[in-house]
């Protein structure tokens, strides 16, 4: 009892300036946390990307390692702090230019676009979905026999997401026509007779696959055969459509 009468005692000799300073300084941390709870947060937008010169620069000439970060940060930056972006809410127009800064800096990288097609392409926004075809359609151009992977890709969203079976042949003909290499695996390069076929388009499917067996281009005995016999199956289909009209 004498101790604890003691203890109290002590306490009573704190000066007052001392409970005055702790007392703010309570009410300062209490005002802090309640300030904290209600700050509105507000997501980043993206905005343009700085000179490929600069990021040179900032990565001590290293501009593939720089490629590889930036593409990063650009593919989590519609998850911010306490916030997620729906990817059909970016500006696609800095996202395109962004996607042409990581380009600029390694233009080997596939990932850009494989990323705009398979990643950006995704959302349920048919204009931004178009958009990015158009973006992987102009790089492609670039470096056909290089970038087909993605132009691949484009015909099945133009088919099967924005289910629009004219575009899904023209990005197809643009494999067919430009993508050349013997690099360039056969599937890719005859996918625009698949979707003709698709699209009931049977006797231009015949036409293609004809000029492509006179043209002499095809030495694979495989290749050969595999249309061929891809030739027959058109005719017989339309053979059948024709009995039952």
Avoid at 39 to 58: C, F, H, V, W
Avoid at 117 to 137: C, G, H, L, S, W
Avoid at 141 to 161: D, F, G, L, S, T
């Amino acid at each position: 009892m004498k101790l604890f009468v003691k203890n109290i005692r002590d306490i009573s000799f704190v000066p007052n300036s001392i409970w005055i300073v702790l007392f703010i300084s309570l009410s300062l941390q209490c005002l802090w946390h309640w300030s904290t709870n209600r700050l509105e947060i507000r997501p980043q937008a993206l905005s343009a990307p700085p000179k490929a010169t600069l990021i040179r620069l900032g990565s001590l000439d290293d501009p593939v390692f720089a490629a590889k970060l930036v593409m990063l940060w650009l593919q989590a930056f519609d998850n911010q702090p306490g916030v997620s972006i729906p990817l059909k809410d970016l500006d696609y127009k800095h996202v395109g230019q962004w996607l042409d800064l990581i380009l600029a800096l390694d233009y080997k990288m596939q990932y850009p676009l494989l990323a705009a097609i398979r990643f950006y392409a995704e959302v349920p926004d048919e204009n931004k979905q178009r958009q990015m075809i158009q973006y992987v359609t102009r790089k492609f151009m670039e470096h056909p026999n290089q970038r087909w992977p993605a132009m691949a890709h484009a015909v099945y969203i133009a088919k099967y997401r924005i289910k629009d079976p004219q575009l899904a042949v023209q990005c197809a003909r643009l494999i067919r026509q430009y993508a050349t290499s013997n690099s360039v695996p056969f599937w890719a390069k005859q996918m625009e007779i698949f979707v003709l076929e698709d699209m009931g388009e049977l006797e231009s499917s015949k036409i293609l696959i004809g000029g492509l067996l006179d043209s002499g281009e095809l030495n694979d005995v495989h290749q050969r055969k595999f249309l061929t016999q891809r030739l027959y199956e058109i005719e017989a289909r339309q053979t059948t459509i024709t009995d039952i009209d």
